[in-house]
């Protein structure tokens, strides 16, 4: 595969701009979600006046910010960040299913790439599992995967 041309995002954050926005909705575990992502886009380079942090009151509520924030032009990637767990809500799947689908939908609308990093869980330990625990910290995970998709996006336009 030497001879073909490969275009792919690096990790490195150069001058690129980024809006972690996350739900208040379950805070305890979304904060943790918030310090993982600062501090992956920190450890590749982003400097504080890249990152804005932008909070929607809920999961359901965060497509409509998205698009907003996409809409501004104001940024290069967004990281979503939410906690929708089941044994606290008997709507979970329109939670869940709105958020994710309505995320997808500005996304693909607008151009600009939104990681998902929206917790959807059975159980409060299952999402304590994915908020700096045990099975890592998926704030963090979804802030990698918005500068590699800017960065994939900025190659291919240019
Ligand atoms: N929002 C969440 O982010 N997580 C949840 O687990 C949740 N539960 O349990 O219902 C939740 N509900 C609120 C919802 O996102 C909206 O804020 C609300 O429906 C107002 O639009």
Do not use: W
């Not at 998205?66 to 329109?94: C, E, M, N, P």
């Amino acid at each position: 595969m030497d001879n073909i041309k490969t275009i792919e995002g690096d990790l490195q954050c150069r001058e690129l701009r980024f809006a972690i926005l996350a739900a208040r909705f379950n805070d305890f575990i979304v904060e943790q979600l918030i310090r993982g992502a600062v501090d992956a886009l920190r450890r590749h380079g982003a400097g504080d006046k890249q990152i804005e942090i932008v909070r929607a009151p809920g999961a359901f509520d965060m497509p409509v910010v998205a698009r907003k924030l996409a809409q501004s032009r104001k940024y290069d990637a967004i990281v979503a960040l939410g906690a929708v767990i089941k044994g606290a809500t008997a709507h979970f799947d329109y939670v869940a299913g709105q958020c994710a689908s309505g995320l997808a939908r500005v996304s693909q609308d607008t151009g600009v790439p939104i990681a998902f990093g929206v917790l959807t869980t059975d159980t409060i330990e299952q999402a304590i599992e994915r908020a700096g625990t045990k099975a890592g910290n998926k704030g963090a995970d979804a802030a990698v995967t918005a500068i590699e998709l800017a960065n994939l996006l900025r190659r291919i336009e240019s």
